[in-house]
């Protein structure tokens, strides 16, 4: 298996990543389930019945949508969570705020116009 080396980012660099991908709505920030690939905005999930924004960074939306675990052919999302027994076994970012990691889904790629 290749190691892949895990992007850090202080919590003014997410925030600023985020705005420069997506713009200064953060409901239209979006992030990429590492397990299945699914690509999901913050509005995605609010339209799904998530309460939490921070959903959208830590668990895929097809816990909110009736998908079931990961598989090659999960294209319409998983029910992974970054926070549960495996966190995130592969893929994902960390964000460092106060002296703490907390490991997340990374940002979808932004398909360039
Ligand atoms: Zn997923």
Redesign the pocket.
């Known amino acids: 298996m290749k190691n892949i080396e895990i992007k850090t980012y202080t919590f003014d660099e997410w925030q600023n990543e985020g705005k420069r991908r997506f713009g200064d709505d953060y409901m239209d920030w979006q992030f990429q389930?590492p397990?299945?690939g699914?690509v999901s905005s913050v509005r995605d999930f609010k339209e799904a019945g998530a309460s939490d924004p921070s959903c959208a960074y830590t668990e895929?939306i097809?816990r909110y949508t009736g998908q079931g675990t990961?598989t090659e052919n999960?294209k319409n999302?998983?029910d992974?969570c970054a926070y549960g027994l495996f966190g995130i076994p592969k893929g994902g970012v960390y964000v460092e705020k106060d002296g703490e990691k907390t490991h997340i889904f990374d940002f979808a790629d932004v398909m360039e116009c």
Do not use: H, L, T
Request: charged fraction near 10%; glycine fraction near 18%; charge should be positive.
């Open positions: 389930c397990m299945c699914k895929c097809g990961p999960s999302g998983c992974w």
